[in-house]
């Protein structure tokens, strides 16, 4: 069992997290049950599945959670770019946060 406390890509997910939650403060209001919670969920899920799969005895167990984790990176950036596409957060602000995921997912892979 690993101590996920210790685990620096844990550190920048809770980071990350911080960020999106500020960056979907500024979404449209007729977001809050579209894309600002599905982008918060997301975000949310990466340290946790890290976390939750640092408990796991087995290491095939952990890296299936490491996977679910690198898969809600993907769809962080997913929704990120959406919401630059629609014009809901400027392409400079999209961009740092995208890149910010992106340099988690190589991490985390």
Known sequence: M?????????????????????????????EKYGL???????????????AEGSAKYSQKDFVRFIQISLGSAYE??????????????EVGTASATIKNTQVLQKRIA
Request: net charge neutral; aromatic share 6%; with cysteine.
């Open 36 to 50: 600002i919670s599905q982008i918060n969920r997301c975000a949310v899920s990466i340290p946790a599945n890290i």
């Open 76 to 89: 962080l950036e997913s929704h990120l770019v959406l919401c630059a596409d629609l014009e809901f957060i």
């Open 2 to 30: 690993r101590n996920f406390r210790e685990l620096e890509v844990w550190k920048d997910a809770r980071k990350l997290v911080k960020e999106v939650y500020l960056l979907t403060k500024s979404l449209p209001e007729t």
